[in-house]
T-cell receptor
């Protein structure tokens, strides 16, 4: 399977703990995006990379959130000092063209 | 400020009939529009897209129509099949990042 993969698929953590998610994009895709989806809403943009450069960050991405794409391949999204409001599905997408993004299965985070 | 709106949270259609899902947007700077389909516990799956310079794009059973003057797009699925039952999101592109609507749950019954 050569689609976008995300790990883990599910994460349960206690409030105040740090969590890190990984995304592996489709291999030839140079753009990588992170979105967050909560119940009843569409995905909301968090940040995106072109190769290893982080080009845009949403105001939703507080200083507790950090994303990296060190070699322009896989990416990690870290949330420090998790809060209950961080509970959501975290989606990663990648693209070659500027518009058509292909999504991974997501990581569902539950903060207790 | 919801820039992309899907005002119908759900739609129920009989198998074989046409499904029409609607989407409205407010930002005239959007230059590309996409439809995604989502099953529970999975990521969105890309269906079809349209550039703002076109008014129609067709791919098999799926056709997207864009009315720029009304800032409205629609997705037509014909004929509808039970496997089409899912949540459908429209999205608009602004400099690469996607702005999504809240989704429409389509149920296709036999």
């Amino acid at each position: 399977d050569t689609g976008v993969s995300q790990d883990p698929r599910h994460k349960i953590t206690k409030r105040g703990q740090n969590v890190t998610f990984r995304c592996d994009p489709i291999s030839e895709h140079n753009r990588l995006y992170w979105y967050r989806q909560t119940l009843g809403q569409g995905p909301e943009f968090l940040t995106y990379f072109q190769n290893e450069a982080q080009l845009e960050k949403s105001r939703l991405l507080s200083d507790r959130f950090s994303a990296e794409r060190p070699k322009g391949s896989f990416s990690t999204l870290e949330i420090q000092r998790t809060e209950q409001g961080d509970s959501a599905m975290y989606l990663c997408a990648s693209s070659l063209e500027i518009n058509e993004q292909f999504f991974g299965p997501g990581t569902r985070l539950t903060v207790l | 400020d919801q820039q992309v709106k899907q005002n119908s949270p759900s739609l129920s259609v009989q198998e074989g009939r046409i499904s029409i899902l609607n989407c409205d947007y407010t930002n005239s700077m959007f230059d590309y529009f996409l439809w995604y389909k989502k099953y529970p516990a999975e990521g969105p799956t890309f269906l079809i897209s349209i550039s703002s310079i076109k008014d129609k794009n067709e791919d098999g059973r799926f056709t997207v129509f864009l009315n720029k003057s009304a800032k409205h797009l629609s997705l037509h699925i014909v004929p509808s099949q039970p496997g089409d039952s899912a949540v459908y999101f429209c999205a608009a592109s602004a400099s690469g990042k996607l702005i999504f609507g809240t989704g429409t749950r389509l149920q296709v019954f036999p």
